[in-house]
Every structure is written in C-alpha cells, then in structure tokens.
C-alpha cells in the first residue's frame, strides 16, 4: 500500500483538521453527512459527533465549514499548515 503522504510527509504528521467548538454546534450532522472520508463519528451521550479520525482530512480540505449553519467548524491557518510542512520535511531531509 502507498504511503499516505502530503508535499512529501507523512499525513499523520500534518495537524490540518476541523475543530468543533461545542458551545456552537447543534449536532444537525450535516458535516458528518457531507465529508465521504469518515472524519467525524456519532457518539451517544451528550456530545454527539467528535472528531475521531483527524487524519482522514483531505489537507486544506475545508468544505464541511460550509455546510455548518451555526458556524460552528474551524480549521487551523493555512500558511502556518504549510511552514510546519516544509519544517518538517527539512528536518526530515537533515536526518
Ligand atoms: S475538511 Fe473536507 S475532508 Fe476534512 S472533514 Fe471536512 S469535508 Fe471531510
Ligand atoms: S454541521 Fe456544524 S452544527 Fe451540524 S453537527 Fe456539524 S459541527 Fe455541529
């Protein structure tokens, strides 16, 4: 199986996924029903959807924000994404 990497490093190394601030989110689930990479998952209890699989996210991938009505999606900042990569694969080229 191919490695899954983006601009040359390890998915599980980038920090690019959405965040739910539950202060916002009414659980309607349209994000959930939207993203075809199984990034969020439904739970029981009082939180109903988290974040259970991060590194599913397509990197700079934002399109569920879109489908939030409460606005309630974010996502961290896209330049600083991609200096942490090329530190990264700096580091990486050092070794
Ligand atoms: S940003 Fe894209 S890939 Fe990531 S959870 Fe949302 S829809 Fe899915
Ligand atoms: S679309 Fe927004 S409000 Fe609806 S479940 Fe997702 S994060 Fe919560």
Do not use: Y
Request: charged share 35%; with cysteine; hydrophobic share 35%.
């Amino acid at each position: 199986m191919a490695e899954d990497t983006f601009m040359g490093v390890k998915r599980e190394k980038i920090d690019w996924c959405p965040t739910i601030d539950f202060s916002k989110c009414d659980f309607c689930m349209e994000c959930d029903k939207f993203c075809p990479h199984q990034v969020f998952e439904r739970r029981d209890g009082e939180i109903k959807l988290v974040v259970a699989n991060p590194h599913n996210c397509v990197v700079f991938c934002r399109a569920c924000a879109k489908t939030c009505g409460p606005d309630a999606i974010s996502f961290p900042s896209k330049p600083e994404t991609i200096a942490k990569i090329k530190k990264i694969r700096e580091e990486e080229g050092e070794q």
